[in-house]
């Protein structure tokens, strides 16, 4: 196409490729889903149904996009690990990010009837996204137990907060009650006041979600009908694990593995 005298325009636009050598961490999270929960009538403290949902979306991203290694999310939130070696649109950070909310956006709204069929979307779900880049897999390794951190320490003290308010207490009220507290003086109050072992509440609340893609072994019947075959493929995974410490991590050494 020949050139116009407007073409100056694409001068304008900033460079925005990402440095080589770093792992890409993309963390969508939900906006004003406060709101969005209390408008769609999620269960308090969790709606295993909307977590099941943004799973589903993680799962389709990870098969999505082939550079995605890992991912994990707890409640509106999701973070994508692009591999360090990474490629995708020349490593620009505006392709990557505007792709990864977008898809993802997209895929929540195409599967809200699988999770909550007699649900109507009142309003559009709406997602922010931001990139982070690490140069070290140790450093990826911590910023994921950062967020499984985060995960428990806001799921003990939700789960405390919706129990007291469903007790009949003011929000204030039960703000109040849980200023100051310890993780075991929570799980004391939850055990002793309604009767609930945190321990043994599901993963899904506690651990957040993990997925990453494996490969497995499977046996394939010939069309032929001759003798059975195995066969490897790669298949996307999704669990609940602890991956702060060594033995996730030990038993996929592929996930993470520097090129």
């Known amino acids: 196409m ?3 005298k407007y073409e100056y325009v694409k001068k304008f636009e900033m460079e925005d490729k990402l440095p080589a050598c770093n792992w890409i961490v993309v963390r969508i999270d939900g906006h004003k889903f406060h709101r969005f929960s209390d408008d769609h009538d999620f269960d308090k403290p969790n709606d295993e149904n909307a977590l099941n949902l943004m799973n589903s979306c993680a799962v389709s991203m990870v098969e999505q996009f082939s550079d995605i290694v890992f991912a994990y999310g707890v409640s509106d939130e999701y973070s994508f690990i692009w591999k360090e070696t990474s490629q995708f649109y020349d490593r620009r950070a505006s392709k990557i990010l505007s792709l990864s909310v977008s898809y993802f956006t997209s895929m929540y709204v195409m599967k809200w009837k699988d999770f909550f069929p007699h649900k109507d979307l009142k309003d559009p779900p709406c997602f922010d996204g931001r990139i982070v880049l690490y140069p070290r897999v140790k450093i990826v390794r911590d910023y994921l137990s950062w967020r499984q951190v985060d995960c428990h320490i806001n799921n003990q003290y939700n789960t405390c907060f919706w129990m007291l308010v469903k007790s009949g207490k003011s929000n204030k009220d039960a703000q109040e009650r849980l200023k100051g ?4 003086d929570k799980n004391e109050l ?3 006041q309604f009767g609930i072992n945190y321990d043994k509440l599901p993963d899904i609340f506690k651990k957040g979600s993990c997925v990453y893609k494996d490969t497995v072994e499977e046996t394939v019947k010939p069309d032929d009908g001759g003798n059975p075959v195995k066969r490897q493929r790669r298949r996307v995974i999704m669990g609940h694990f602890n991956i702060i410490e060594d033995r996730f991590w030990n038993e ?4 993470l593995k520097e090129d």
């Open 181 to 184: 507290t310890l993780a075991k």
């Open 190 to 192: 939850l055990f002793r």
């Open 2 to 4: 020949a050139n116009s």
């Open 252 to 255: 996929h050494p592929n996930i």
